[in-house]
């Protein structure tokens, strides 16, 4: 069963947040990191960015790009309206 952080990410904003689901604060990526990028994702699908969390958007024009570092995963939603799922 998953539990939904009550937390909606905003265009342009960035969101830090740890493998085990632990909150955070923004952060840049630097060199190792690997980038994965989502677009026109449909209403409500769920994409597994590992360590048991997932992005779920909530606006038919979302955009994704996702930087993980570690266990360090970075979020950042270019556009639409997005909630992370950790378990």
Do not use: H, R, W
């Not at 632990?22 to 769920?46: L, N």
């Not at 979302?62 to 309206?81: E, F, R, Y």
Request: proline residues 1%; aromatic residues 2%.
């Amino acid at each position: 069963m998953y539990n939904v952080i009550k937390m909606t990410l905003l265009v342009g904003m960035t969101t830090m947040f740890m493998a085990c689901g632990g909150g955070g604060g923004g952060g840049s990526s630097s060199g190792g990191a690997t980038s994965t990028g989502i677009t026109a994702m449909t209403i409500g699908e769920t994409v597994s960015i590992g360590g048991g969390d997932s992005i779920v958007n909530s606006s038919a024009d979302a955009t994704i790009d996702i930087v993980v570092i570690g266990n360090q995963k970075t979020a950042t939603l270019t556009a639409g309206s997005a909630s992370i799922k950790t378990p």
